[in-house]
Structure formats: C-alpha cells, structure tokens
C-alpha cells in the first residue's frame, strides 16, 4: 500500500481526533477524546498545524505526528504533542517517515530539535524513539492526590485568591525547583486561559507562591517561594484547587522525579501514583 505524507494544514479536527483515538484505542491508556477535548489539548499542547503531518491511506489517516512550532523557551525545541498509527498500518515505517517531514519543516523556522513524553512500560516506543536518535532527558511522575486533608500544622497568616497570569513573576527561579514541561508551561495555561484557574497565596500583599489547574482537575503548577515552604501555603493551593474545580482528586501530570521538594510536597499530601514517563528529546 502506498501513503502519501502531507501536513495538517487543510485537516479538520474530526478526522484528526479520530485517527487519534483509533491510534491509542489498543495502548496502555485507552485514548477516546470528543472533538471538544481534543481541541483543548491542541491549544494546551501548542500544535501547529504546519509543523504537523500525517499519512494517508487513501482519504484516511493511516498515522500522525503532532508538533508544536519551535519553542524559544525550551531551547527552540518544539513539543511533540502525539504520535501514533492506526493499529492495521503498524509495521510500515510510517512514523519514521512523519518524523523526516517533521524535521525538515522545522529548521528553517529555527528549530533544533523535538522533545516528547513517553510511558516508561511503552518498551516499543521507548525503543523506537531511541532508534530515531532521541535521548532520555528526565523521568516525570504522574499520581493523583485525593481525600482527606492531612494535617500539617499551624499556617501563617496568608490570603488566597484568583490571579492573572501577568500577576505571576518573570523571574521564577525562587519558585520552582524544575522546569514545567511544554503542557504545563504558562503558554499551555494561556492556550487555555478561558477555562483555566489560577490562585495566589499573599502574605502582606506579596505573592509568595500560586496554583495553576486545568477544568479537569489536572494541575499545571503549583509553586511557592523556597522561603515559605512547609507552612501550609501548599496545601492551602491544593485546597482552593480542589474547590474551584470541584474535582473529587486533583492530577499531576509530568512531575519531574528529580524535584525532591515538590515530591516531598506530593507524597505528604497522599498522592498516589499511576503511571511514570520519560522526557525524550532529539536535537538536530
């Protein structure tokens, strides 16, 4: 059978969505997104549809590879949203030929690379992405934190309250103690900022740390300044989350295992874990 590759550019969202769905319908996390979601998770993701490309099988979509544009913030490496084929065109080289496309459309807008998340039981895929020349660039945990507040001692006397993005610092080195991953950075807060909860801890009218939470319950950030840590601000951001949410169990996804605070954080708030990922990135 022959393919013809091209980008996603005159691509509607029903047929990309649904070549998504039949892609992961045999993974280890069934995928079956409406259109609704779908669109969010292109706008969370930063895709692009001319850097995006996929395979057709006649007027089918036999395999796909979803890209964002370069990424000046991440060392202009684009994020790699979702690769997948359609469960009777495996085998094929498919991806590999995607991922060719891929690359030769994003060096003349100055890209240097790709990065991407892989779960770390995907052996396939882990295997696969090494053979394209990606390496492993850090481990990231994904868990659930649900129930009962634990208690974790007196507070300090703080406000909490819904912020702008534009309130949040420039400099956010005394904040976080890894860099979010291209999902979870404050772009992917903006591309969803309509539907989007963010709330600042104030001490003094000084913001001292903020949460950042999708619809859905999946926490993009949550932050506080190494100076208040340990006094209940944390919890109080998971509290206002859970609340302006109204999810039963807050998410986290792609949190670096590496980041001994916040995973000290995490684990005495009874989060629970469900999958890891590796971090993956190509340079070129």
């Known amino acids: 059978m022959s393919y013809q590759i091209t980008d996603c550019r005159t691509a509607q969202s029903?047929?990309?969505?649904?070549?998504?769905?039949?892609a992961f319908s045999d993974y280890v996390v069934p995928l079956s997104l409406t259109e609704d979601k779908f669109r969010d998770f292109q706008k969370q993701r930063g895709y692009s549809a001319e850097h995006s490309f996929v395979a057709l099988a006649g007027d089918?979509?036999?395999?796909?590879w979803f890209s964002s544009a370069p990424l000046s913030s991440y060392e202009n490496h684009a994020y790699t949203l979702s690769v997948g084929t359609v469960p009777a065109h495996r085998r094929k080289g498919l991806s590999r030929q995607l991922l060719h496309k891929v690359i030769n459309r994003q060096k003349p807008d100055g890209g240097?690379?790709?990065q991407l998340e892989v779960i770390t039981t995907n052996e396939k895929a882990v295997t696969a992405y090494q053979e394209?020349?990606?390496?492993?660039?850090?481990?990231?945990r994904v868990c659930r934190i649900a129930g009962k507040r634990p208690d974790f001692g007196d507070e300090p006397e703080f406000t909490l309250a819904?912020?702008?993005?534009d309130q949040l610092p420039a400099d956010e080195g005394a904040f976080f103690d890894t860099e979010p991953t291209p999902q979870n950075s404050r772009a992917a807060l903006r591309g969803l900022l309509e539907t989007s909860h963010v709330l600042g801890v104030f001490?003094?009218?000084?913001?001292?740390?903020?949460?950042?939470?999708?619809?859905?319950?999946?926490?993009?950030?949550?932050?506080?300044?190494?100076?208040?840590?340990?006094r209940g601000a944390g919890q109080a951001l998971l509290d206002g989350l859970r609340s302006a949410t109204g999810a039963g169990q807050l998410t986290f996804v792609n949190v670096d295992t590496a980041a001994e605070g916040v995973n000290a954080f995490l684990d005495r708030a009874g989060a629970e874990d469900r999958v890891h990922q590796l971090e993956m990135r190509l340079t070129f």
């Open 14 to 22: 029903s047929q990309l969505c649904s070549a998504m769905n039949a």
């Open 60 to 64: 089918e979509i036999a395999a796909f």
């Open 112 to 114: 240097r690379g790709l």
């Open 132 to 140: 394209f020349g990606f390496q492993v660039r850090r481990t990231l």
């Open 162 to 165: 819904k912020i702008t993005l």
């Open 203 to 230: 001490v003094n009218e000084r913001l001292i740390g903020w949460g950042a939470s999708y619809a859905d319950g999946s926490v993009a950030q949550i932050a506080v300044h190494r100076d208040f840590r340990r």
